[in-house]
């Protein structure tokens, strides 16, 4: 009978922990799930939030090349320069202003044109000029037309800028030049985007059937594989990526030029290493106390199982009893 008593004292121990287990895990599934939503609302809202700073990171950008752009071609050495067609005073009047602007901003592309649009001078590539290259970009074409200062994302010769263009007007009060400036996407500009946006920066331009990183503050690496990247021509993508053993939440949209053209691709990436470790330290924390919790119940239930196994012992004897044809009271 003791075995017996025992064997029902055990079942019923096992009986309040697996329902202890059973609650327990159920609570923790939905503190996980809870966790894991939170912590994809939390990714969402940080890559909407460096989407937009990296919206106004490129405007800014538009707008340091304006103010530039207009500075030159309102300095009357400049303008007297370039509407009489005198390219070496041109190229001794904004020579060391060239090499300020590579100093402070990197890679900067400065052309100067006369109507309709014919190269006089190129700061950044002296050696090149003659050439009529309005019909190839829509900032200058536009200021030629407009008399007004246009500014927007442009593919150069060999590069990807933001450019912007001011007119310089002649006597007769027509567009006779444009000095066209262009901040360059390359590292340095890639750094001050990520200063602004507290994201890594990489521009990726479509080249063949791949892509080829023109500014980078990840040394060129991408975070998303190649067919991510494909698709993140036509639409927004997101995607968790590793890289140097962090972990991060990587997004990627199309690089669109001035008239809407599809230039290649923008890609950040947010360091989540920090914000991820601690919910895994949060998830062990939970299961611990889980365990605890079930442990606790079988300590607490044990006594409890002794006491419900002796009713039930008695019970049972007097089943035996009775099948045994005694039925008389003890």
């Known amino acids: 009978m003791g075995l017996w008593r025992n064997s029902v004292r055990t079942r019923i121990g096992l009986a309040i922990l697996a329902a202890s287990l059973g609650a327990s895990a159920l609570l923790f599934g939905l503190n996980a799930m809870q966790r894991a939503e939170s912590a994809r609302d939390e990714m969402a809202q940080a890559v909407e939030l460096r989407r937009a700073a990296l919206r106004t990171a490129m405007e800014e950008e538009k707008r340091l090349a304006?103010?530039?752009a207009g500075a030159l071609a309102s300095t009357p050495q400049v303008a007297a320069a370039l509407l009489a067609g005198d390219r070496a005073a041109l190229e001794a009047q904004v020579k060391p202003v060239q090499a300020l602007l590579v100093q402070r901003f990197g890679r900067v592309i400065l052309t100067f044109s006369r109507a309709p649009g014919v190269v006089l001078h190129r700061a950044h590539d002296?050696?090149?000029h003659g050439d009529e290259y309005a019909s190839r970009r829509t900032t200058v074409r536009e200021t030629y037309r407009t008399a007004h200062p246009v500014e927007g994302l442009e593919p150069g010769?060999?590069?990807i800028s933001v450019f912007a263009d001011a007119p310089v007007l002649g006597p007769d009060g027509k567009v006779g030049a444009v000095v066209d400036l262009g901040m360059a996407?390359?590292?340095n500009l890639a750094a001050r985007v990520k200063q602004a946006t507290g994201a890594d920066i990489t521009f990726f331009q479509k080249r063949g059937d791949g892509f080829a990183a023109i500014g980078s503050t990840l040394g060129g690496r991408a975070l998303l594989p190649?067919?991510?990247l494909t698709g993140a021509l036509s639409a927004p993508v997101q995607a968790q990526a590793v890289l140097d053993n962090r972990r991060r939440v990587a997004a990627a949209e199309p690089l669109l030029g001035l008239d809407g053209q599809?230039?290649?691709i923008v890609e950040l990436?947010?360091?989540m290493e920090a914000r991820l470790a601690g919910a895994d330290e949060d998830d062990r924390d939970a299961l611990l106390a889980t365990l605890a919790a079930a442990v606790l119940a079988l300590l607490a239930g044990w006594p409890m199982a002794s006491r419900l196994a002796r009713p039930l012992q008695a019970l049972a004897g007097a089943a035996q009893a009775l099948a045994a044809g005694r039925t008389?009271?003890?």
């Open 226 to 228: 190649p067919a991510v």
């Open 66 to 68: 304006a103010a530039l």
């Open 328 to 330: 008389g009271i003890a």
């Open 126 to 128: 002296p050696a090149a």
């Open 262 to 264: 599809v230039l290649g």
């Open 157 to 159: 010769r060999d590069n």
């Open 185 to 187: 996407i390359g590292d």
């Open 269 to 271: 990436g947010i360091d």
